[in-house]
C-alpha cells in the first residue's frame, strides 16, 4: 500500500457515501471513537508535534469540557491580506480567548485545532446535529454553537496558548470576505443562545460579548454620522477620523509590545479594511 496512514491499523478512515459537510462527519466520526478525548483538526491545518500532548494536559480537569490551540497562518507570507489575517489571528486568540480563558469560558473554540472532552460530546451531539438556522439545518458556525452547547452543559472551555497549529487563511479579498460573513453570522446568532449564560459566567464575559456585538455597530455609526457631516456641511470629520486613528493605534502599539514584533503597527491597515469593506457587509 502507498498511502502510509492508510495502512496504520492506529488509523482509521471513514468514507461517506458523499459530501455531507462537516458537521455530519463530525458527528459519524464521534459517534465512532472511543477515546477519552476527541481533537478536531481541519484539513488545511497542520499542529505542532506537541499539541496533542499540551491539549490533553488543559483536559485533565473533569470540568474542562473543550479546549483550544493558538492559531497561525501557514501561508503568512504569500500577500499583504495574509500577513494581516496572521496579525488579526494572534490578537483574537492571545487578547480575547485568552482573556475569555482567564475567567473560564471561551466563547469559541475554533474549529481548526481543538479537542473536546467524548463523554461531555455525547451528551450535546443531538442538538448539534439539528440546529436550525431560519427554518434549515445549519451549515455554518459549528465551532462556535459546539462552544455554546458545552457552556451550557456546565462545562469550562480553555485556550492553549502554546499549542500551535498553523492554518490556511484566504489569499484573496474575495475568499476573505466571503469568510467574514460566515463568522459574522454565526458570532450574532449564536450570540443569543449564549445570552441565557451570562448571568452564571464571570461579570467580565458579559462586558465581552457586548463589545463583541455593540462595538461593530458602534464604528459603523460613527462612519456613518462622519459621512453625513461631510456630505451635509462639506466639512471633514476630523474628531471621528481622529478617534478611530487613536483607538487603532493603541490597539496595535499594546499588540506590538506584548507580542515584541514591531509588525503588528501594520495592523493598523486592517482599520482601513474594516472601514470601507467589512462593516458594510
Not at 72 to 91: F, G, K
Not at 157 to 180: C, F, K
Not at 237 to 245: D, K
Amino acid at each position: 500500500c502507498n498511502d502510509h496512514y492508510a495502512c496504520d491499523p492506529r488509523f482509521r478512515f471513514i468514507l461517506m457515501p458523499k459530501n455531507v459537510g462537516k458537521r455530519k462527519a463530525q458527528i459519524v466520526a464521534i459517534r465512532e471513537s472511543s477515546g477519552d478525548l476527541v481533537l478536531n483538526v481541519d484539513s488545511d491545518t497542520t499542529i505542532a508535534p506537541d499539541v496533542v500532548t499540551k491539549l490533553a494536559l488543559k483536559m485533565y480537569s473533569p470540568a474542562v469540557g473543550a479546549a483550544m490551540g493558538q492559531l497561525t497562518a501557514s501561508n503568512r507570507s504569500d500577500t499583504w491580506l495574509t500577513r494581516l489575517i496572521d496579525m488579526e489571528y494572534w490578537l483574537a486568540c492571545n487578547e480575547e480567548r485568552a482573556a475569555q480563558a482567564r475567567f473560564g469560558a471561551v466563547m469559541c473554540c475554533c474549529g481548526p485545532c481543538a479537542m473536546y472532552r467524548r463523554s461531555a460530546l455525547l451528551l450535546l451531539l443531538d442538538k448539534y446535529e439539528t440546529q436550525l438556522f431560519r427554518g434549515r439545518p445549519s451549515d455554518f458556525g459549528e465551532d462556535r454553537h459546539l462552544t455554546i452547547l458545552m457552556l451550557n452543559a456546565g462545562f469550562r472551555t480553555e485556550y492553549v496558548p502554546d499549542a500551535i497549529a498553523a492554518t490556511v487563511v484566504p489569499n484573496s479579498m474575495g475568499a476573505y470576505l466571503r469568510q467574514q460573513l460566515r463568522w459574522a453570522r454565526s458570532t450574532f446568532r449564536d450570540t443569543l443562545l449564549a445570552l441565557r449564560l451570562l448571568p452564571g459566567l464571570d461579570r467580565y464575559l458579559t462586558l465581552d460579548v457586548i463589545g463583541q456585538n455593540l462595538g461593530p455597530l458602534l464604528l459603523a455609526l460613527s462612519v456613518l454620522t462622519g459621512l453625513a457631516q461631510l456630505a451635509l456641511t462639506a466639512t471633514v470629520p476630523w474628531s471621528t477620523i481622529l478617534m478611530i486613528a487613536s483607538m487603532t493605534m493603541v490597539r496595535c502599539g499594546v499588540a506590538a509590545f506584548r507580542a515584541r514584533e514591531l509588525r503588528f503597527l501594520g495592523f493598523s491597515l486592517h482599520t482601513l479594511l474594516n472601514v470601507a469593506l467589512l462593516l458594510p457587509l
